[in-house]
C-alpha cells in the first residue's frame, strides 16, 4: 500500500499501538517524529528504530511543545491518552487533562501547522453498556466512564474541527486491540497480555464471571493498517470507524487457546464478575470496509500465535523504560 505524506508525527508512539505505527511508516520510507512523554510507553518498544525516526520526550499538555513538533507535518497519528479505564475513573480532572485537552491541543497544533490529516484514536468504549451488538456506529453513544466520555468528547472536537476549519480528520474506534508489546503489568492490561505472562509463568489465570462473555479482539497491525488508510481518506462526512473483525472470542476459549500454543494445562480460577464489564461486545465494520477499504488480514488463530512468540522471548521480569 503507497501512502501519500512525507512527514508525520505520531504521538504516543513509544506505546503499544503507536510503536507499531511508528515501524510501518519507516517501513514506507516516512519522516517520523514520535513524541511520548514515558508515562505508560517503554523506549525499549523503539530500539530497533533508532537512527530512523526522531524522538522527544514530552507531553501533549504542553501546547507549545506540541506545537512547535507538528511543524511540517503532513499528518498526525494522535494515540497518546491515558489509557486506563480505571485510572480515569479514580482520576477523572488529571485524566481529562491529557485525554480531552490534549487532544485539542494536538487538534490546535495541526491546525495552526495547516496539517493536512489529523488520525485519531478512540474506543468501542463510547459505545457503553448498549446490550446491541454488534455495535454500528450509528448507534447512539451512550459513555458510561470518564475515559469513554473523553474519547467521545474527541471525535466530536474533531468534527467540529472538520467542520469550523475544514480539518481533515478520523476517528478509529478501536475494539480490543492485542499484539506484541502489550504491557501486562497492571491489573487493568489486556487480557491476553495478562493470559499469555500466565502461561509462560505456569500460572492460572484470573477469569472475571463465567467466562462466556466475548470481545471482538483484533490484532495491533490491523489497527495500524487502518490507520493508514485513515490517513489517506479524502475529507469526508462519515469519519469515525470501528476497527475490529466482526468475529469474537469467548475468555474461555481465549484461556484454552493459550494453553495449547505453551502447551500448558492449567485450569483457570473464577472471580465474581468486574463491575461494570460488558458481557458482549462485537464491531460491524462495514463503514471501515466500504469507506477505508479496511479488511482484517489477521484472523485470531494468526494473531495469537505471533503474540504469543513475542511473550515467549520476553524475560518474565518486569520491564524497564
Ligand atoms: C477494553 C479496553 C478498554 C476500553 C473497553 C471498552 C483493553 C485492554 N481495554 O476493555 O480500554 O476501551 O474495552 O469497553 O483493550 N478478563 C478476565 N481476566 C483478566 C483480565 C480480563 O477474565 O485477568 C476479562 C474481563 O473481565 C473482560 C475481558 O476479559 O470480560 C476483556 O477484558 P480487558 O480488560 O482485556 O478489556 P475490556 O474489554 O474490559
Known amino acids: 500500500m503507497g501512502i501519500s505524506f512525507k512527514k508525520a508525527l505520531v504521538t504516543g508512539g513509544a506505546g503499544f499501538i503507536g510503536?507499531?505505527?511508528?515501524?510501518?511508516?519507516?517501513?514506507?520510507?516516512?519522516?517520523?517524529?514520535?513524541?511520548?512523554?514515558?508515562?505508560?510507553?517503554?523506549?525499549?518498544?523503539?530500539?530497533?528504530?533508532?537512527?530512523?525516526?526522531?524522538?522527544?520526550q514530552g507531553d501533549i499538555r504542553d501546547i507549545d511543545f506540541i506545537m512547535k513538533k507538528a511543524e511540517g507535518c503532513d499528518v498526525i497519528f494522535h494515540q497518546a491518552a491515558v489509557v486506563s479505564v480505571p485510572l480515569t475513573v479514580e482520576k477523572p480532572v488529571d485524566s481529562a487533562m491529557v485525554n480531552e485537552i490534549g487532544t485539542i491541543h494536538v487538534l490546535e497544533a495541526a491546525r495552526k501547522n495547516h496539517v493536512k490529516k489529523v488520525v485519531l484514536a478512540s474506543s468501542c468504549a463510547v459505545y457503553g453498556d448498549d446490550p446491541e451488538i454488534p455495535?454500528?456506529?450509528?448507534?447512539?453513544?451512550?459513555?458510561?466512564?470518564?475515559?469513554?466520555?473523553?474519547?467521545?468528547?474527541?471525535?466530536?472536537?474533531a468534527r467540529i474541527y472538520n467542520q469550523l476549519y475544514g480539518m481533515n480528520t478520523a476517528c478509529l474506534r478501536y475494539f480490543n486491540v492485542y499484539g506484541p508489546r502489550q504491557d501486562p503489568s497492571s491489573p487493568y492490561s489486556g487480557v491476553i497480555s495478562i493470559f499469555m505472562t500466565r502461561a509462560a509463568k505456569g500460572e492460572s489465570p484470573l477469569i472475571y464471571g463465567d467466562g462466556r462473555q466475548f470481545r471482538d479482539f483484533v490484532f495491533v497491525k490491523d489497527v495500524v493498517h487502518a490507520n493508514l488508510l485513515a490517513a489517506g481518506l479524502e475529507k469526508s462526512d462519515k469519519n469515525v470507524f470501528n476497527?475490529?473483525?466482526?468475529?469474537?472470542?469467548?475468555?474461555?476459549?481465549?484461556?484454552?487457546?493459550?494453553?495449547?500454543?505453551?502447551?500448558?494445562?492449567?485450569?483457570?480460577?473464577?472471580?465474581?464478575?468486574?463491575?461494570?464489564?460488558?458481557?458482549?461486545?462485537?464491531?460491524?465494520?462495514?463503514?471501515?470496509?466500504?469507506?477505508?477499504?479496511?479488511?482484517?488480514?489477521?484472523?485470531?488463530?494468526?494473531?495469537?500465535?505471533?503474540?504469543?512468540?513475542?511473550y515467549r522471548n520476553q524475560p518474565q521480569t518486569e520491564r524497564r523504560p
Not at 20 to 48: P, Y
Not at 248 to 262: A, F, G, H, P, T
Not at 270 to 281: F, M, N, T
Request: aromatic share 10%; proline share 4%; net charge negative.
Open 19 to 56: 510503536s507499531h505505527i511508528v515501524d510501518a511508516l519507516i517501513g514506507k520510507g516516512c519522516d517520523v517524529i514520535v513524541i511520548d512523554n514515558l508515562s505508560t510507553g517503554h523506549m525499549s518498544n523503539l530500539e530497533h528504530t533508532k537512527g530512523k525516526m526522531s524522538f522527544c
Open 135 to 157: 455495535k454500528n456506529e450509528e448507534m447512539v453513544a451512550r459513555p458510561q466512564t470518564p475515559y469513554a466520555a473523553q474519547k467521545y468528547s474527541n471525535e466530536q472536537y
Open 243 to 310: 476497527i475490529g473483525t466482526g468475529s469474537y472470542i469467548r475468555i474461555n476459549k481465549l484461556w484454552d487457546m493459550v494453553c495449547r500454543l505453551s502447551g500448558a494445562s492449567i485450569e483457570a480460577e473464577y472471580a465474581p464478575p468486574r463491575a461494570g464489564d460488558i458481557l458482549e461486545s462485537v464491531a460491524n465494520i462495514d463503514n471501515a470496509k466500504k469507506i477505508l477499504g479496511f479488511e482484517p488480514e489477521y484472523a485470531f488463530e494468526k494473531g495469537i500465535e505471533k503474540t504469543f512468540e513475542w
